[in-house]
């Protein structure tokens, strides 16, 4: 294995190949930085210009581009409450505060080196693992997928604030609206009006970029052109104590490796790996109320995982040539453009692939972080902007990034109508991010569900004789209801004090 | 080849005005010289296999034509907003698209009253790509008769994970193999080739479906094996694997995959045929073909008025088998 590794290190002997990594980095974190872009689609924008590379410029190019894009969606998450994934979504929780706090830079500091060390951890993860974890996550089934999913919406219970109604209220909106579309196994349209545009359901950036983004510029045009905090200047190279960002190594060693394992399972990604690792750390942390307030740790559990979640999706693509993530599945064709056919002899026939990926992975943190820093210098600016003035430019973005996602009119007017309902649902002071974890989890539940049962003759035995699915659905209910119970004593407590 | 690329070449140099004269001297000739930026519109999103098809053909129609050709990614609605932008779209050939079986399936569907093949011009064809069924290594299953005779056993309990809902391009090739051999399967949407083939893999269904390039790897790696294949030939590539037909089921082997290019209608003809040129042109240079043999399709040259009878048998067949399957009326 050393040797391998030696291998794909020597690529980095060739100026093409740094030239490559710069280039992929620096794009992808434009590219992930834009509302409505990410890593999907950088990487199929970039694949046209890797024809005619050597292969190992041009995977060296598109994995640093996949990294720094999945970071580049919590710069505008941290900075305007805009996440353009739904894996970046986690880190608007605290990151928003945060700025509004005038804490700009501490939170892209903190998320930079969360996603640059995340990165680092699991790519050791990954090549110690990569074969057998793939080959583990083959046993999930149908039954199983359903369990996962499952645990993912449990995650409510700790995600809403306050009231567990309201919660579970998001929630059910949010499974409602995962519904549209057309059936996936029968082909009926559902809720579409007769609309062929809501055939492939609601479009998830578009609903991101409403329901985050332009209620914020609804409730910023609100509150009018008043006093607003001013960023603090970030002073040395970083903008916090050493000792501060040391001290958060727990949630993100933690993050780190729950998002790997997460994003190895093909189909579970970035977004429930941040998603989970958020909750388990605010469940864990010594200062739990911190979170949804400006909790540092919340940043870096969400970038730390959701970046782990890269190298993880790296890891049946390389060892089964089954793509992780929809990114990884867009990378199985520039490897076939290359002659490189990714699949269970990758490593056997070309090695230096794999070893060429883990190496640029690992050589690409310090190149990334490097960006970030400088970065967010100049971004802890852009949140000085006077607020109408932001107001004004984050709904011009809205508006681009809605119509980018799909060239077409039909996700600006979803985008808008978001927008509204969201501003209606913050008033409400019904929580956003359940709408948002079951519009994601929700299709996938449903398919596994109905795939699980249709498999076994539509007996409900598939869902208890396996030992994963009931492991799984066993922490889902515990999940779910735990917190629900807490609350529940608490209040009884309190009322028997009064 | 290399002569008329470098004619091409000095006619781009030569300027606006040249361009404009030589185009119609060109149409004559019987090469396609576009006048401006061809846009092609695809129904999916980046990536995956339609996308690396048109930028890997756009890339080599470039220096043919003289003119940059843009690829717009227009998913949503099973292809209703691509085909709602070409069918809008004037016919004069700088709007183009690509399509596959999934238009035609759809406009018999879903989309039913909103396209119909009738609303445009099908100009080319070049990739055929027929379904074949397979199992896990470790399956007891060697051969489509065995999948018969399993299905016969038990009352058609039989999982098959194929690409796309009842209705969908590989669910009708399930459906042709049930009514030749006079069985049920259980069909099991899938929304991947990479998924089915894991499911497959993991033992969670019996038998997958899928064209042969996404599979092919795991058929070296000894991981899959093939029961038979939806075509009049056995594969080059596994010449072990029988078709339906060796083994005795007569079935439709038109129902490929396919993927084409596409345009308005009322199209001049003498247009569609130079447009049709320059992608068989484009299908024939080295990195083409280096992408189309690693992908396991096959290449076709049909040109406007073969692809058009093709585009009107396969939607008839398509209509025929949904009939028959109780989906359309």
Same mark, same amino acid.
């Given at each position: 294995?050393?040797?391998?590794?030696?291998?794909?290190?020597?690529?980095?002997?060739?100026?093409?190949?740094?030239?490559?990594?710069?280039?992929?980095?620096?794009?992808?974190?434009?590219?992930?930085?834009?509302?409505?872009?990410?890593?999907?689609?950088?990487?199929?924008?970039?694949?046209?210009?890797?024809?005619?590379?050597?292969?190992?410029?041009?995977?060296?190019?598109?994995?640093?581009?996949?990294?720094?894009?999945?970071?580049?969606?919590?710069?505008?998450?941290?900075?305007?409450?805009?996440?353009?994934?739904? $894996?970046?979504?986690?880190?608007?929780?605290?990151?928003?505060?945060?700025?509004?706090?005038?804490?700009?830079?501490?939170?892209?500091?903190?998320?930079?080196?969360?996603?640059?060390?995340?990165?680092?951890?699991?790519?050791?993860?990954?090549?110690?693992?990569?074969?057998?974890?793939?080959?583990?996550?083959?046993?999930?089934?149908?039954?199983?997928?359903?369990?996962?999913?499952?645990?993912?919406?449990?995650?409510?219970?700790?995600?809403?604030?306050?009231?567990?109604?309201?919660?579970?209220?998001?929630?059910?909106?949010?499974?409602?609206?995962?519904?549209?579309?057309?059936?996936?196994?029968? /082909?009926?349209?559902?809720?579409?009006?007769?609309?062929?545009?809501?055939?492939?359901?609601?479009?998830?950036?578009?609903?991101?970029?409403?329901?985050?983004?332009?209620?914020?510029?609804?409730?910023?045009?609100?509150?009018?052109?008043?006093?607003?905090?001013?960023?603090?200047?970030?002073?040395?190279?970083?903008?916090?104590?050493?000792?501060?960002?040391?001290?958060?190594?727990?949630?993100?060693?933690?993050?780190?490796?729950?998002?790997?394992?997460?994003?190895?399972?093909?189909?579970?990604?970035?977004?429930?790996?941040?998603?989970?690792?958020?909750?388990?750390?605010?469940?864990?942390?010594?200062?739990?109320?911190?979170?949804?307030?400006?909790?540092?740790?919340?940043?870096?559990?969400?970038? $730390?995982?959701?970046?782990?979640?890269?190298?993880?999706?790296?890891?049946?693509?390389?060892?089964?040539?089954?793509?992780?993530?929809?990114?990884?599945?867009?990378?199985?064709?520039?490897?076939?453009?290359?002659?490189?056919?990714?699949?269970?002899?990758?490593?056997?026939?070309?090695?230096?692939?794999?070893?060429?990926?883990?190496?640029?992975?690992?050589?690409?943190?310090?190149?990334?972080?490097?960006? /970030?820093?400088?970065?967010?210098?100049?971004?802890?600016?852009?949140?000085?902007?006077?607020?109408?003035?932001?107001? $004004?430019?984050?709904?011009?973005?809205?508006?681009?990034?809605?119509?980018?996602?799909?060239?077409?009119?039909?996700?600006?007017?979803?985008?808008?109508?978001?927008?509204?309902?969201?501003?209606?649902?913050?008033?409400?002071?019904?929580?956003?991010?359940?709408?948002?974890?079951?519009?994601?989890?929700?299709?996938?539940?449903?398919?596994?569900?109905?795939?699980?049962?249709?498999?076994?003759?539509?007996?409900?035995?598939?869902?208890?004789?396996?030992?994963?699915?009931?492991?799984?659905?066993a922490i889902a209910v515990l999940a779910f209801v735990l917190p629900a119970l807490?609350?529940?004593?608490?209040?009884?407590?309190?009322?028997?004090?009064? | 080849?290399?002569?008329?690329?470098?004619?091409?070449?000095?006619?781009?140099?030569?300027?606006?005005?040249?361009?404009?004269?030589?185009?119609?001297?060109?149409?004559?000739?019987?090469?396609?010289?576009?006048?401006?930026? &061809?846009?092609?519109?695809?129904?999916?999103?980046?990536?995956?296999?339609?996308?690396?098809?048109?930028?890997?053909?756009?890339?080599?129609?470039?220096?043919?034509?003289?003119?940059?050709?843009?690829? &717009?990614?227009?998913?949503?609605?099973?292809?209703?907003?691509?085909?709602?932008?070409?069918?809008?779209?004037?016919?004069?050939?700088?709007?183009?698209?690509?399509?596959?079986?999934?238009?035609?399936?759809?406009?018999?569907?879903?989309?039913?009253?909103?396209?119909?093949?009738?609303?445009?011009?099908?100009?080319?064809?070049?990739? &055929?790509?027929?379904?074949?069924?397979?199992?896990?290594?470790?399956?007891?299953?060697?051969?489509?008769?065995?999948?018969?005779?399993?299905?016969?056993?038990?009352?058609?309990?039989?999982?098959?994970?194929?690409?796309?809902?009842?209705?969908?391009?590989?669910?009708?090739?399930?459906?042709?193999?049930?009514?030749?051999?006079?069985?049920?399967?259980?069909?099991?949407?899938?929304?991947?080739?990479?998924?089915?083939?894991?499911?497959?893999?993991?033992?969670?269904?019996?038998?997958?479906?899928?064209?042969?390039?996404?599979?092919?790897?795991f058929f070296e790696a000894d991981r899959l094996k093939g029961l038979g294949v939806?075509?009049?030939?056995?594969?080059?590539?596994?010449?072990?694997?029988?078709?339906?037909?060796?083994?005795?089921?007569? &079935?439709?082997?038109?129902?490929?995959?396919?993927?084409?290019?596409?345009?308005?209608?009322?199209?001049?003809?003498?247009?569609?045929?130079?447009?049709?040129?320059?992608?068989?042109?484009?299908?024939?240079?080295?990195?083409?073909?280096?992408?189309?043999?690693?992908?396991?399709?096959?290449?076709?040259?049909?040109?406007?008025?073969?692809?058009?009878?093709f585009i009107k048998q396969m939607s008839s067949v398509a209509e025929e088998q949904?009939?028959?399957?109780?989906?359309?009326?």
């Amino acid at each position: 294995m050393f040797e391998s590794l030696a291998i794909g290190f020597s690529a980095f002997g060739d100026p093409m190949v740094w030239f490559a990594l710069v280039f992929g980095a620096l794009v992808g974190y434009l590219i992930g930085a834009i509302p409505g872009l990410g890593p999907s689609l950088g990487v199929a924008l970039l694949i046209p210009f890797t024809y005619g590379m050597d292969p190992v410029v041009s995977i060296v190019g598109l994995v640093a581009l996949y990294a720094a894009a999945e970071y580049g969606g919590a710069i505008t998450a941290i900075l305007i409450n805009s996440p353009g994934t739904a $894996a970046a979504v986690a880190t608007s929780w605290d990151g928003y505060p945060l700025t509004q706090q005038g804490r700009t830079g501490e939170a892209l500091t903190v998320s930079i080196l969360s996603s640059g060390a995340g990165i680092f951890i699991s790519t050791l993860f990954l090549i110690i693992t990569a074969v057998p974890l793939s080959e583990f996550a083959l046993r999930f089934g149908p039954g199983e997928y359903f369990a996962l999913a499952l645990v993912g919406l449990s995650l409510v219970a700790g995600l809403s604030e306050g009231s567990p109604l309201k919660g579970t209220v998001a929630m059910g909106i949010g499974l409602a609206l995962a519904t549209i579309g057309l059936d996936v196994q029968t /082909g009926v349209p559902r809720f579409t009006m007769g609309n062929p545009e809501f055939f492939e359901g609601l479009p998830l950036v578009p609903v991101l970029l409403g329901l985050y983004a332009l209620s914020e510029v609804l409730f910023m045009i609100e509150d009018g052109p008043s006093e607003k905090v001013k960023s603090a200047p970030i002073g040395g190279l970083l903008a916090l104590p050493v000792k501060t960002i040391f001290g958060l190594k727990t949630p993100i060693i933690r993050s780190s490796v729950l998002g790997y394992v997460i994003g190895v399972i093909p189909g579970a990604g970035a977004s429930i790996a941040s998603f989970v690792s958020y909750a388990v750390s605010k469940r864990l942390s010594k200062t739990p109320e911190k979170f949804g307030k400006g909790s540092l740790e919340g940043v870096a559990s969400s970038e $730390a995982a959701n970046n782990s979640a890269v190298a993880g999706a790296m890891a049946p693509l390389l060892a089964l040539g089954i793509p992780g993530s929809p990114t990884t599945a867009i990378m199985i064709g520039a490897l076939m453009v290359q002659g490189i056919q990714p699949g269970p002899l990758l490593f056997a026939k070309s090695p230096e692939i794999p070893y060429t990926i883990f190496a640029s992975l690992w050589v690409g943190v310090p190149v990334m972080v490097l960006i /970030g820093l400088a970065g967010a210098r100049i971004w802890a600016k852009v949140a000085n902007i006077p607020r109408p003035a932001i107001a $004004a430019i984050v709904a011009g973005i809205c508006y681009v990034g809605a119509y980018a996602s799909h060239t077409t009119m039909f996700p600006v007017h979803i985008m808008t109508a978001f927008g509204v309902l969201g501003y209606i649902l913050r008033k409400l002071e019904i929580p956003l991010a359940p709408i948002i974890l079951a519009l994601v989890l929700g299709e996938m539940m449903e398919t596994n569900f109905r795939r699980a049962l249709i498999s076994n003759k539509g007996e409900w035995s598939i869902f208890y004789t396996s030992p994963m699915t009931v492991i799984l659905i066993a922490i889902a209910v515990l999940a779910f209801v735990l917190p629900a119970l807490s609350q529940l004593r608490a209040r009884r407590a309190k009322a028997k004090t009064v | 080849m290399t002569i008329s690329n470098l004619k091409k070449l000095v006619l781009g140099v030569a300027g606006a005005a040249a361009l404009t004269l030589g185009g119609v001297q060109n149409a004559a000739a019987g090469d396609w010289a576009p006048d401006a930026p &061809v846009n092609m519109i695809l129904h999916t999103k980046p990536g995956g296999g339609v996308d690396v098809y048109s930028r890997t053909l756009a890339k080599e129609l470039e220096p043919i034509i003289g003119q940059s050709i843009v690829v &717009v990614n227009a998913p949503g609605g099973g292809g209703a907003t691509q085909m709602a932008k070409i069918r809008a779209a004037k016919p004069d050939g700088l709007t183009l698209g690509v399509n596959t079986v999934t238009h035609l399936t759809g406009m018999q569907t879903n989309l039913r009253g909103t396209f119909s093949p009738d609303d445009f011009d099908w100009i080319a064809l070049s990739q &055929v790509d027929p379904i074949l069924f397979f199992v896990s290594k470790e399956s007891e299953l060697n051969s489509i008769t065995d999948l018969v005779e399993l299905a016969k056993a038990n009352g058609g309990a039989v999982n098959i994970a194929g690409f796309g809902p009842v209705g969908s391009m590989q669910n009708i090739g399930m459906a042709m193999l049930e009514k030749s051999a006079g069985v049920t399967f259980n069909w099991v949407a899938h929304q991947s080739t990479p998924d089915i083939i894991a499911a497959v893999l993991g033992g969670h269904m019996d038998v997958g479906v899928a064209n042969l390039g996404p599979a092919l790897e795991f058929f070296e790696a000894d991981r899959l094996k093939g029961l038979g294949v939806l075509g009049d030939n056995r594969l080059s590539t596994l010449p072990d694997m029988q078709t339906f037909g060796e083994q005795g089921y007569d &079935v439709d082997t038109s129902w490929l995959q396919i993927r084409g290019v596409f345009g308005p209608k009322d199209m001049p003809e003498e247009l569609q045929q130079q447009i049709a040129d320059a992608i068989h042109k484009a299908m024939a240079s080295e990195s083409y073909q280096t992408y189309a043999r690693a992908s396991g399709v096959q290449d076709s040259d049909y040109g406007p008025k073969e692809y058009s009878a093709f585009i009107k048998q396969m939607s008839s067949v398509a209509e025929e088998q949904l009939k028959a399957a109780g989906i359309i009326e």
